[in-house]
């Protein structure tokens, strides 16, 4: 098990959060009061609770208002943000669970629903006490570091949980996502490293740049920058989680720089690029 951190950026904000180094599954606890994250994805499957007040985000175009006793489940991909909507916050617990680790956890529990990594859920949030029982004693196992029977129990207990709450299709059909769209999407993958301008992505679309970025803001959700900050962001907690320096790192997935890289990481995350390096890795800067 790799070291805890604590993150703290202001009296009403903290952060504790432990890496489990043979799973690399995260377990994250954490308060805010007022502005908690920018919007941002990530690579893995988060699934939480809320433990204390009200906790209220965006996700799948729609807002969520979660209290004490809701489970939170997130897909891979799945853009989210978070707030306080009462002056005395919220507290909530929240695992990143691999989707390679799930992909071969779910095979070795013969759960067929599990496997496809990116399945969409049914519900953002649930409202069921064996579930969030599941998720507590899981994230119980891994934050505490309770040893490997513990943690390898709960979580073959959560998975069995989770199944029962994915849809039986994946939720996006490739085929619908405009061709203008998808090309400049391509785009931002194959160039997230590089400094690509909207006139370059518009000549790419066959579109002019105000249409590209209306068509782009209604399929994704978010804008063309927006969703390169959204690659970056994400090539870069893997990059940090290998032992990688922020400083290598920024300039690897393209941000101008590590200060550059920092703000952004913050925002998304409420953690900086050193913080996470040193949970995933034991190693200082």
Same mark, same amino acid.
């Given at each position: 098990?790799?070291?805890?951190?604590?993150?703290?950026?202001?009296?009403?904000?903290?952060?504790?959060?432990?890496?489990?180094?043979?799973?690399?599954?995260?377990?994250?606890?954490?308060?805010?009061?007022?502005?908690?994250?920018?919007?941002?994805?990530?690579?893995?499957?988060?699934?939480?609770?809320?433990?204390?007040?009200?906790?209220?985000?965006?996700?799948?175009?729609? #807002?969520?208002?979660?209290?004490?006793?809701?489970?939170? #489940? *997130?897909?891979?991909?799945?853009?989210?943000?978070?707030?306080? +909507?009462?002056?005395?916050?919220?507290?909530?617990?929240?695992? !990143?669970?691999?989707?390679?680790?799930?992909?071969?956890?779910?095979?070795?529990?013969?759960? +067929?629903?599990?496997?496809?990594?990116?399945?969409?859920?049914?519900?953002?949030?649930?409202?069921?006490?064996?579930?969030?029982?599941? *998720?507590?004693?899981?994230? *119980?196992?891994?934050?505490?570091?309770?040893?490997?029977?513990?943690?390898?129990?709960?979580?073959?207990?959560?998975?069995?949980?989770?199944?029962?709450?994915?849809?039986?299709?994946?939720?996006?059909?490739?085929?619908?996502?405009?061709?203008?769209?998808?090309?400049?999407?391509?785009?931002?993958?194959?160039?997230?490293?590089?400094?690509?301008?909207?006139?370059?992505?518009?000549?790419?679309?066959?579109?002019?740049?105000?249409?590209?970025?209306?068509?782009?803001?209604?399929?994704?959700?978010?804008?063309?920058?927006? !969703?390169?900050?959204?690659?970056?962001?994400?090539?870069?907690?893997?990059?940090?989680?290998?032992?990688?320096?922020?400083?290598?790192?920024?300039?690897?997935?393209?941000?101008?720089?590590?200060?550059? #890289?920092?703000?952004?990481?913050?925002?998304?995350?409420?953690?900086?690029?050193?913080? !996470?390096?040193?949970?995933?890795?034991?190693?200082?800067?």
């Amino acid at each position: 098990m790799t070291g805890a951190i604590v993150f703290n950026d202001r009296t009403d904000h903290w952060l504790a959060a432990r890496r489990d180094q043979e799973t690399s599954i995260e377990a994250l606890r954490a308060h805010f009061s007022g502005h908690a994250y920018d919007p941002h994805d990530h690579d893995d499957m988060l699934i939480g609770y809320t433990e204390q007040g009200v906790q209220r985000f965006q996700c799948h175009r729609s #807002l969520h208002t979660s209290v004490p006793g809701r489970a939170i #489940l *997130i897909e891979p991909g799945a853009l989210h943000d978070g707030h306080a +909507p009462e002056a005395s916050g919220f507290t909530y617990a929240m695992l !990143y669970l691999p989707q390679g680790w799930v992909e071969q956890a779910a095979r070795e529990l013969n759960l +067929p629903g599990m496997r496809g990594v990116e399945a969409a859920f049914s519900h953002t949030l649930v409202d069921d006490r064996h579930l969030v029982d599941a *998720i507590r004693a899981a994230f *119980i196992a891994i934050h505490h570091d309770e040893g490997r029977l513990a943690r390898d129990q709960t979580l073959d207990h959560l998975l069995v949980q989770l199944s029962g709450q994915l849809n039986d299709a994946p939720s996006t059909n490739t085929l619908a996502i405009p061709l203008a769209a998808r090309r400049v999407r391509d785009m931002l993958h194959e160039h997230m490293d590089g400094n690509i301008g909207l006139d370059e992505l518009a000549i790419a679309a066959g579109i002019d740049r105000f249409r590209l970025t209306r068509l782009f803001k209604r399929t994704f959700g978010t804008s063309p920058h927006a !969703y390169l900050v959204r690659l970056r962001l994400r090539a870069a907690r893997r990059l940090l989680a290998e032992g990688l320096r922020p400083a290598q790192v920024a300039a690897s997935v393209g941000f101008a720089d590590q200060s550059h #890289l920092g703000r952004w990481f913050h925002r998304a995350y409420r953690m900086t690029p050193a913080a !996470y390096r040193r949970m995933c890795t034991n190693v200082p800067d």
